[in-house]
């Protein structure tokens, strides 16, 4: 079985550009880390605000939660999104030992206000993390 030139081609950028990201393997693995514990926290505090919404009468308000993943910006970083309708909100974690709190904003326009802490700032994270998601709810359930 051949190969074509341009796979060749390509398989030889994959390989220099493979080696170059190597040495940011264990960083990124971290943060791939520290943004699940951060997903699960949220999904638990979403699903607790959606049953809590429902029960009061507005299932509506339920939120879309993001998969974790690359960083749509940042090839070093992890994030996910929650979403309802146009409003967005973004925590992003990058490798090299950040949580950054983006939003709330309207998908299509500029993104922000954004609030970075370091990993080691869970007590900061957390209550940030509580007013971040408080005003993305906030804002999400206008009309």
């Excluded at 919404?53 to 970083?77: F, W, Y």
């Excluded at 709330?104 to 370091?118: D, I, L, N, Q, R």
Aim: proline share 4%.
């Amino acid at each position: 079985m051949s190969t074509s030139p341009l796979s060749e081609r390509l398989a030889r950028l994959g390989k220099a550009l493979g080696e170059r990201e190597a040495e940011h393997r264990d960083a990124i693995a971290e943060a791939w880390r520290h943004a699940q514990s951060l997903r699960v926290e949220v999904a638990a505090a979403l699903d607790a605000f959606a049953a809590a919404a429902a029960h009061a009468g507005a299932p509506q308000l339920a939120i879309r939660l993001g998969d974790t993943r690359t960083d749509d910006k940042h090839l070093r970083s992890v994030e996910f999104d929650l979403a309802r309708g146009r409003h967005r909100a973004v925590v992003t974690v990058k490798s090299r030992g950040d949580v950054t709190l983006v939003g709330p904003f309207h998908a299509g326009k500029t993104e922000g206000p954004c609030k970075t802490f370091p990993y080691g700032a869970a007590d900061e994270i957390a209550a940030a993390l509580g007013d971040f998601l408080e005003k993305f709810l906030a804002e999400a359930a206008n009309p």
